[in-house]
């Protein structure tokens, strides 16, 4: 007898989904992928992270939050995900305590996703994290929550273009009313496991004497260091002249 | 060698390409994200400008954060939030207090009576330790339970960060972090929760600054004392018709003595023992956001009521131990307490205050909710009022304020005594719930005893002074 295909409704439903996922809380030994979760304060990351861990990690920023990394873990398709819930920033470039355990850990963490959260009412101000996120690492995942908020308040957005420009997938979420991690559980293990290949953006309006510097310095970074991950953000703290990269390069400890 | 060598290859090849790239290259690289944001922005978002909710949010912010209304508006919340908890937790309170002392006291005094323990296993177990966590629970469980969620709400929707906006700049001007405003008004419902909630508090210095003054808000234990105190010696003095209203502003004017000794402290902080720059911060307003109302009250009850509630049971249990002990050991003719009374007394009636409140603050010290009834005690059976309370260490109040006035004269209170324990109660240690909550977050034994010692030091000053001033005049 033939085997019968299940009809192709059933593989994007999100119902088919949910029972492949197996929340696990705080058990995170013995994971098969690391996913951390980056964003801008009040973007509901944390209302993600619950949602994918069934934790019930106090969420809001502004009585209380956690300032220490949250860790969680799930399962989808007999793979286990550990997700750590990075603190909120608005940027990766200063020096304040939040963005620095932000900026190491997406940088030396090495995790396999970088799980973008982003609020979708304020895009253009969340895009100044993303684009420095997408400059630090190759395999990332946009969420864009709070899809039901820009939508009251009449704000349209065209994900699948955004998805083209940022070169990564891009899923549109309400987390808080569970809408979307269906499809986000999903994008994650897709981009994990490489089905889904990520071309990510690359800020492009630099000047000419600047975009070649860096191009140039990526080279050279990567002939001497051979190896070194993220040789162009490197070329860029170097250009910068960021002294504790260059300390990082010189004792050796930006190379382990 | 090897290493060296490739390092200082890619160093001067760095060197050459930053004399070429210039000295922006930083500005240049944010302009760089910006315009890239901006332009995909353009291509990917359709904004409705003329939408309703959009202007509604601009509205609501031009009104909360305005020169004009916002200070207005935040006294006016604050004052509702203040006053549900404190009318709306009597009820509870006196549910729990039948419950727990009204019933479940009495019947454990009857067992412990048919099973023949002896009188002083008795009273330690159930006078002492009993008696103090049960009023603990009483008095302190509901207007936590109200007030976190009500806090938890506003902050829901969105309110506190436009409350951190407002005083941001005069927290600046003291030299501390404007966040420091959320800490401070969370110090109004439990000083404990208060220096928790300074984890939002990126820079070391300025959350230091947050903690140790976060014992200047008046928190739930201490709005009862000096409404009780407020209410029978300061209402007194005037006319009946305006007493309700001298009292009340009496209570206020101690709850703005204490946001000025917020500034003042952090001020002096900022420029003695904890000296530097104010951090600059980015402060998002979010968007204005339907609370969820149960998991709301839910959060706010499990991650905050439980948490500091079981803290003080684990504190006060000692101290009603301590309590009953004192009052019933003797030594000579006179017990502990009274000794320590008569040896207190000078120091007290010399700042306004006496014997009999100080060993209070020193033995109460688990929660404030239990100064009063440990006063009232203490006042009874070192004065031998007669008709009033249940035995020495036996905590007790009283429901009607007469009987509480006549205890207190009894005592040989003034209304210099009054006003100065109502200054007191304000100025004086944390309670050993927020102590112990202060090193957990600072893990200094030293910051932990600036932030004990300090406000007792500013206490006596000020009570000393107040005494000196009030026998001249």
């Known amino acids: ?256 | 060698m090897e290493e060296d060598k490739k390092f200082d290859q890619l160093f001067e090849y760095a060197s050459n390409l930053r004399w070429k790239v210039g000295d922006d290259f930083h500005d240049q690289l944010t302009e760089g994200i910006y315009s890239d944001a901006s332009s995909i922005t353009k291509r990917v978002v359709h904004d409705d400008q003329s939408h309703k909710t959009y202007h509604f949010d601009r509205m609501l912010d031009k009104i909360l954060t305005s020169k004009k209304y916002g200070f207005l508006i935040m006294g006016l919340v604050l004052a509702i939030v203040l006053w549900i908890t404190i009318e709306g937790a009597n009820v509870p309170s006196g549910l729990l207090d039948s419950l727990l002392l009204g019933t479940i006291y009495p019947a454990l005094k009857n067992l412990s009576l048919s099973l023949g323990i002896p009188w002083w296993l008795d009273g330690f177990l159930l006078d002492g330790v009993y008696m103090a966590v049960a009023w603990v629970i009483a008095v302190m469980l509901p207007p936590m339970a109200i007030f976190f969620p009500m806090f938890t709400l506003l902050e829901d929707f969105g309110y506190l960060p436009r409350v951190a906006f407002n005083l941001d700049g005069l927290f600046k001007r003291a030299g501390a972090h404007g966040k420091q405003a959320l800490t401070m008004s969370m110090g109004w419902g439990c000083n404990a929760a208060g220096v928790v909630a300074t984890r939002i508090i990126d820079s070391p210095r300025e959350r230091l600054i947050a903690i140790i003054t976060n014992n200047f808000s008046l928190c739930n234990g201490r709005w009862p004392t000096q409404i009780l105190i407020a209410t029978i010696f300061i209402g007194a003095v005037v006319p009946e018709s305006f007493s309700r209203i001298t009292s009340m502003v009496a209570v206020i004017s101690i709850a703005f003595l204490g946001i000025f000794f917020t500034f003042f402290t952090s001020w002096l902080l900022s420029r003695t023992m904890l000296k530097g720059e104010v951090s600059t911060f980015s402060l998002e307003l979010p968007p204005y956001r339907p609370p969820k109302f149960w998991k709301t009250l839910y959060t706010s009850l499990i991650d905050r009521t439980i948490i500091v509630l079981w803290r003080a049971i684990v504190f006060a249990a000692p101290a009603g131990a301590v309590i009953w002990l004192i009052s019933n050991i003797d030594i000579g003719s006179l017990s502990i307490a009274s000794h320590t009374i008569n040896f207190l007394d000078d120091f007290g009636i010399l700042i306004g205050l006496n014997g009999v409140i100080l060993l209070a603050y020193v033995v109460a010290i688990p929660a404030n909710e239990i100064v009063i009834p440990t006063i009232l005690m203490l006042t009874v059976s070192h004065f031998g009022v007669a008709g009033f309370g249940s035995g020495d260490g036996v905590m007790f109040e009283l429901d009607s304020y007469m009987d509480t006035s006549r205890v207190l004269e009894a005592g040989g209170w003034t209304l210099l005594t009054a006003i100065n324990l109502m200054l007191f109660s304000l100025l004086h240690n944390p309670c050993s719930t927020t102590i112990y909550t202060i090193y957990q977050e600072t893990k200094s034994w030293k910051w932990t005893s600036v932030a004990s010692i300090l406000p007792i030091i500013f206490g006596l000053i000020v009570c000393f002074l107040v005494a000196q001033v009030w026998r001249l005049i």
């Open chain 1, 1 to 256: 007898m033939q085997k019968q295909e299940m009809p192709e409704a059933c593989e994007t439903c999100a119902l088919n989904n949910q029972s492949r996922l197996k929340k696990l809380g705080v058990n995170v030994e013995n994971t098969d992928f690391v996913i951390a979760l980056a964003g801008n304060p009040n973007t509901g990351k944390s209302t993600v992270f619950n949602a994918l861990t069934g934790l019930r990690q106090h969420t809001g920023n502004w009585a209380g939050k956690t300032v220490t990394r949250a860790e969680g873990a799930f399962q989808y398709n007999d793979k286990r995900f550990k997700l750590i819930d990075l603190p909120g920033t608005y940027s990766l470039l200063s020096t304040s305590e939040d963005e620095e355990v932000a900026r190491n850990f997406i940088l030396f963490g090495r995790p396999d996703v970088t799980v973008i959260v982003a609020d979708a009412s304020r895009l253009e101000r969340n895009l100044n994290l993303i684009l420095q996120v997408l400059e630090i690492t190759d395999k990332a995942v946009l969420c864009l929550n709070l899809m039901d908020e820009a939508k009251r308040h009449g704000i349209e957005i065209d994900d699948r273009t955004l998805a083209k420009d940022l070169g990564i997938p891009v899923v549109p979420t309400s987390a808080r009313s569970q809408k979307g991690t269906a499809e986000l559980i999903k994008v994650i293990y897709q981009v994990a496991s490489n089905e889904i290949k990520c071309k990510p953006h690359r800020i492009q309006n630099l000047k000419k004497d600047a975009k070649e510097a860096i191009n140039n310095l990526t080279a050279r970074i990567n002939q001497l260091y051979p190896g070194l991950p993220n040789s162009r953000w490197v070329a860029m703290r170097l250009l910068d002249g960021d002294q504790r990269v260059l300390d990082g390069l010189k004792d050796g400890s930006l190379l382990s």
